[in-house]
């Protein structure tokens, strides 16, 4: 922020307050939604408007610049903002399809290409990474995240903000990255997106928290408020979050910028009378930009002006918009360069990397009797169900300028991969189970469709549609190899079709190269490592089976009818968190601690050894969980506090290291203070979040 002070202070003394406000005023423009020009130029050339989020060509994007730069009194350059989430034309997999591969160099990869395609479109700002656990897959936005666990989380947010912005945001090929929503999204009530949020502020410092910590500390420019009230107060006018926690507590100096409209949606809280009131419970509370509405542009100079709000705080929020500005370089070059898009948008280079990215994100659930990969002298294949051949929901939700025709769909990926086999398609379930019988294998794909998931998509219900389990029952029936891929946005309930099927893959949305991706799997080019991030559930109903559970005073059991379980359900979910098969198979032995009597703060550190026993290449992520025995807060069963992905050729062992700061094992108190008292540990190697090897370390105050 020191940086461009005496500029950003010279500047600030030449504006007037509407010149001051407009900075804080990001409005829509986009060519989908009518003529942009009309709708602004006036206020941009009044200096009313600091940034727009934007639907344009780099051309249009320019002559708004141009408008800003030229024709305005002070010449402010504008920022142009866009929802870049997974990809930017090229379309890599949903982030939770991503976060799968527990691969942070991937995570980061993906990031700076999609800075590089949406930078060369003209664009400054992104509003990625969203990192909101969710622990609730009724809840549309689990597709947008990493899933339930914090550390995993933790990781990818840094990997985001690290793609996205790189070095230095002023180069022309990143993105100013925008950590949203804050905070605790993801738990609103009953999944409904929207919904209250009600939590100590242990969980809060706890869960959801050390994510925006990562993405502030790994250098995020901005963030974005949520829309929901937490403990009461919506978030976007919530005084102790925005200041209290964000800015004091966690050291945040950027922008804070609100969700759409969600300053004025104080009034519908019913925490505002009015847009006013609105207006300056926002302002005062710290959100410093207000996303598609006016109630900034229409009320803040009176308020300033009787005395209710104090201008420097809208002076405050001026100068660290200005400070971004300067600091994207926009006051030296506020054009883009409009031949860049054809050079640097959807690259071959970026379609390879998607393809990495989608199959390192597949996560294989079944594969019973070795059912895959499939056999090298296949020569019939039936490819069913609707979504094998949709191109378009392979983008999933967010897709940005991701095109439906440039996607290739299940089936074009197995055409292509098994061009000398005869593919067949299926009309409808009568029609697959005549041609299943003619078929060495039966290919069913079946999930949902993109808009199912993502923003305002929360769903009561898990479940596969009527249609889709009738094609998985009537296929089981015919005696052939019966491979299911489920394309989703969230976990699914797939307890019934799981029996029904000798493999099952989990194909989330994976994108542009989606189907390409899932056929050099199914030919066993590759094989899958994705391991879940989310906790697969066994029945509708069975929410919050996230794995970081505490142990209660009864754990679940089924040979005692008192414990903490439903009499409907089964006790377990159906896949947990941190599970995903391979082609072959790892042995995990001779776990070893160096240091098994330590102090608080010191480092831990330890080995383990992995042999790949299969058949197959492939590549397996360890994950480290720590338990601590006893604390006067009662402590998750697990938590994930380290992992690495390691490749290991057929027949080998590895040796792999692990070394972590024992800083990191302690808990949130009630007064949200962070507690580390010394106790035992157990230490757990293992491919998953069930079973592995443990030890016991006793880590001493
Ligand atoms: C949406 C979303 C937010 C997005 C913003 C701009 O409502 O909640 O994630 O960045 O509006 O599109």
Same mark, same amino acid.
């Given at each position: 922020?020191?940086?461009?002070e ?16 407009g ?6 423009a986009n060519?989908?939604?009518g ?26 994007l320019?002559?708004?610049?141009r ?6 009194? @002070?010449?402010? =350059? ?7 989430? +997974? ?11 991503e ?24 664009? +400054?700002?992104t #509003? ?13 936005r &689990? ?27 002023a ?23 929207? *919904? ?34 937490f403990?009461?107060?919506p ?7 925005l200041?209290?926690?964000l ?6 100096d950027?922008?804070?910028?609100s ?9 519908v ?9 609105a ?26 002006e ?11 929020a001026?100068?660290r ?8 370089? @926009? ?7 409009e031949?860049?898009?054809?050079k640097?948008?959807?690259?071959a ?13 597949i ?6 009797n070795?059912?895959?990969?499939l ?11 609707a979504?094998?051949? %949709? ?15 440039e996607?290739?769909?299940i ?9 000398e086999?005869?593919?067949?398609k299926?009309e ?19 999930g949902?469709?993109?808009?199912m ?7 009561? %219900? ?6 889709q ?12 190899? @019966?491979?299911?891929?489920v ?7 797939? $307890? ?5 099927? %000798? ?24 094989? =899958?490592?994705?391991?879940?991030? $989310?906790? #697969?559930p066994?029945?509708?109903g069975?929410? +919050?089976?996230?794995?970081? +559970? *505490?142990?209660t005073?009864k ?7 008192a ?9 377990? =979910? ?7 098969l391979?082609y ?6 001779n776990?070893?601690i *160096?240091n ?8 831990l550190y ?14 397996e992520?360890?994950?480290l969980y ?9 402590? =998750? ?9 390691v ?28 507690v580390?008292?010394?106790e ?5 190697l ?9 030890? &016991?370390?006793?880590?001493i105050?």
């Amino acid at each position: 922020m020191r940086q461009y002070e005496e500029q950003i202070e010279k500047l600030l003394s030449q504006m007037t307050l509407d010149e001051k406000i407009g900075q804080l005023t990001q409005m829509g423009a986009n060519v989908l939604y009518g003529d942009i020009f009309e709708a602004n130029t006036d206020y941009i050339k009044r200096g009313e408007i600091g940034s727009f989020i934007v639907g344009c060509t780099p051309t249009q994007l320019n002559e708004l610049q141009r408008i800003a730069v030229e024709e305005s009194r @002070l010449g402010i =350059p504008l920022l142009f903002a866009k929802d870049v989430i +997974h990809g930017y034309r090229t379309i890599f997999p949903i982030p939770i399809a991503e976060s799968c591969t527990w691969d942070m160099n991937l995570a980061e990869k993906s990031a700076y290409a999609a800075a590089k395609e949406a930078s060369a479109s003209g664009l +400054h700002w992104t #509003f990625s990474p969203m990192v909101d656990i969710a622990r609730d897959s009724r809840w549309g936005r &689990i597709a947008e995240g990493a899933g339930e666990d914090t550390y995993l989380q933790c990781r990818i947010a840094e990997a985001k903000v690290k793609g996205y912005q790189g070095d230095d945001i002023a180069d022309r090929d990143r993105l100013i990255a925008c950590a949203k929503h804050f905070v605790a999204y993801g738990a609103a009530i009953g999944g409904r997106d929207y *919904n209250s949020v009600d939590m100590s502020l242990e969980t809060l410092y706890e869960i959801y928290l050390p994510p925006f910590q990562a993405a502030i500390d790994a250098g995020a420019e901005s963030v974005m408020t949520a829309f929901h009230d937490f403990n009461g107060v919506p978030c976007t006018g919530n005084e102790y979050l925005l200041k209290t926690v964000l800015r004091e507590n966690m050291g945040f100096d950027g922008v804070v910028i609100s969700d759409s409209c969600s300053v004025r949606e104080l009034v519908v809280h019913r925490m505002a009378r009015d847009e006013a009131e609105a207006a300056k419970y926002s302002i005062t509370a710290g959100t410093d930009v207000e996303m598609h509405t006016t109630t900034y542009r229409e009320n803040l100079k009176k308020l300033c002006e009787n005395g209710e709000i104090d201008v420097r705080i809208v002076d405050d929020a001026v100068r660290r918009v200005l400070s971004l500005k300067f600091r994207k370089g @926009l006051f030296d070059n506020p054009y883009v360069d409009e031949t860049r898009e054809k050079k640097e948008v959807f690259t071959a280079e970026n379609l390879d990397l998607a393809l990495k990215i989608a199959q390192d994100s597949i996560v294989l659930l079944k594969n019973e009797n070795q059912s895959l990969p499939l056999a090298k002298n296949i020569k019939k294949i039936l490819v069913a169900g609707a979504l094998a051949y %949709s191109k378009e929901d392979m983008l999933g939700c967010w897709a940005a300028c991701g095109k439906a025709e440039e996607c290739i769909s299940i089936y074009e990926g197995i055409k292509n991969r098994f061009a000398e086999c005869e593919i067949y398609k299926a009309e409808d379930i009568d029609d697959a189970v005549i041609k299943a019988a003619a078929c060495d294998a039966v290919i069913a794909v079946v999930g949902e469709t993109r808009d199912m998931s993502g923003e305002a998509k929360s769903r009561a %219900s898990q479940k596969l549609s009527k249609e889709q389990s009738l094609l998985l029952s009537a296929l089981s029936h015919t005696g052939k190899t @019966l491979i299911t891929i489920v394309v989703a946005g969230r976990p699914l309930v797939l $307890t019934e079709e799981e029996k029904l099927c %000798s493999s099952m893959i989990m194909a989330w949305h994976l994108g542009t190269q989606a189907g390409n991706a899932l056929a050099n799997i199914l030919a066993g080019d590759v094989s =899958p490592s994705g391991k879940l991030t $989310t906790t #697969f559930p066994s029945a509708d109903g069975q929410t +919050h089976m996230y794995y970081n +559970h *505490n142990n209660t005073g009864k754990p679940a059991r089924d040979d005692f009818f008192a414990t903490s379980k439903y009499i409907d359900a089964p006790i377990k =979910p159906l896949y947990p968190f941190g599970y995903g098969l391979s082609y072959t198979t790892f042995s995990y032995n001779n776990l070893k601690i *160096n240091n098994k009597d330590l102090r608080v703060g010191e480092k831990l550190y330890g080995s383990v050894e992995i042999t790949n026993t299969g058949d197959f290449d492939g590549a397996e992520v360890v994950q480290l969980y720590i338990s601590q025995l006893y604390a006067r807060k009662v402590r =998750p069963v697990r938590e994930l506090k380290w992992f690495n992905k390691v490749f290991i050729r057929k027949g080998e062992t590895i040796k792999v290291e692990f070394e972590l700061d024992t800083s990191t094992f302690g808990y949130y108190n009630s007064s949200a203070g962070y507690v580390n008292d010394g106790e035992m540990f157990k230490i757990t190697l293992s491919p998953s979040s069930e079973g592995g090897l443990e030890d &016991i370390i006793n880590l001493i105050k």
